[in-house]
């Protein structure tokens, strides 16, 4: 086993989702984790799961301090742990970072908590851009973070060699390293995952009153928009009151949008008049959809639009979709993306398969001498 990146003793404060992912990632990693939560059947579970040993009174000061915890009381853990172990580099993996950025900088200034400037230059946010719709430590992964986004948000204040422990921690568990201040990070999640969870949700409550006929004709696209709609309300309830500030003005674009749309539809029954612009608005929409989607980032950074897509029809027999995937390593063609849809009815599934632009006619030709059954280019 290599040396690991990060010091040992990492403390893990919260053993949820992300924190038992980090730990298991970090133990497979040969760092010696140290595991607390506020429920000891939590703990212990995660224990059991391989993600740490339980922390005990006279266990060695840990080096790095990571609070896996909701924002609205990650700032109060990372403030005690400033003062628990003053030798320590403490990082959260909350999902909003402004506040508990505040909470640092309120206790420094407060007479309350024994804190200086020299503590909160020990603090370094964080934030893994990876999870579940399913949440818990019996969800976790240690291979959770691969080749995602771990956003570094340091303040004015935070010492270097803090930041480059964070660092270090990211790299660690595998995953892509960018740095981000505090407001600019919020903002980003809010465009990139707490508005998309708004939406899913709300797209998810509106099958409350759907028919049951209705609901048997649903396909992946359905599937695929709703998805997130099965995470965790208690959880998003801290979240998105947490980033109220970055949220409600994206969502109120999305509302003037949604009214506009609504209003053109509302002229298209009969014989609608083309001064009203009904479809004008519908169309763009739709066209802007197109366009902000394309640039959403693909595999390794690149533009979306850069891979091609063709179907195959998978079997639905156990081993079938491992067998595509080994011949088309023996096809030279490597696998940009993938996304499987199981089709109403029938015995096999739809395998869509992205790959660089230009290779799609010879792994089509590939798979077909092979005898797989390829729907589209």
């Known amino acids: 086993m290599s040396t690991p990146l990060v010091p040992s003793p990492v403390r893990v404060i919260g053993t949820g989702l992300i924190g038992g992912s980090i730990g298991l990632a970090l133990s497979a990693a040969g760092v010696d984790v140290q595991l607390e939560d506020v429920s000891p059947g939590t703990e212990s579970l995660a224990v059991e799961m391989g993600a740490g040993r339980r922390a005990h009174d006279d266990d060695a000061d840990p080096a790095l301090v990571v609070v896996a915890a909701p924002p609205d009381v990650a700032g109060g853990i990372v403030v005690s742990a400033l003062e628990r172990w003053p030798g320590a580099v403490v990082t959260d993996v909350a999902s909003v970072k402004s506040i508990v950025l505040a909470a640092v900088l309120a206790a420094v200034d407060s007479d309350a908590v024994p804190l200086g400037a020299q503590d909160a230059a020990r603090y370094v946010g964080a934030h893994p851009m990876a999870g579940r719709e399913v949440s818990g430590v ?12 771990f956003v570094v948000v340091p303040h004015p204040g935070s010492d270097p060699d803090a930041v480059a422990t964070v660092r270090a921690l990211g790299i660690q568990l595998g995953s892509v390293c960018l740095d981000l201040d505090a407001a600019g990070h919020d903002l980003a999640v809010a465009h990139v995952s707490h508005v998309p969870q708004v939406v899913a949700s709300l797209l998810g409550a509106s099958l409350l009153e759907a028919p049951e006929r209705s609901l048997g004709l649903a396909g992946q696209g359905l599937r695929d928009t709703s998805r997130i709609a099965a995470s965790d309300p208690r959880l998003w309830v801290e979240i998105l ?137």
Do not use: C
């Open 138 to 149: 019996i969800a976790a992964r240690g291979d959770l973070f691969d080749a995602r986004p």
């Open 241 to 377: 009151g947490a980033n109220a500030a970055a949220v409600s003005p994206v969502l109120t674009q999305m509302r003037d949008r949604l009214d506009a749309v609504i209003d053109g539809l509302g002229t298209m029954t009969g014989d609608p008049d083309p001064r009203t612009g009904s479809r004008r608005a519908v169309a763009g929409l739709i066209a802007d959809g197109n366009r902000g989607v394309q640039r959403i980032p693909g595999k390794h950074g690149g533009a979306i639009d850069a891979f091609a897509t063709i179907t195959v029809l998978v079997p639905d027999r156990p081993g079938e979709l491992g067998r595509l995937f080994t011949e088309m390593g023996e096809a030279g063609i490597n696998l940009e993306d993938l996304s499987l849809e199981h089709t109403y009815g029938k015995k096999v599934g739809l395998a869509h398969v992205s790959v660089q632009r230009g290779s799609e006619a010879l792994l089509t030709d590939a798979l077909r001498e092979r005898g797989w059954s390829v729907a589209g280019a």
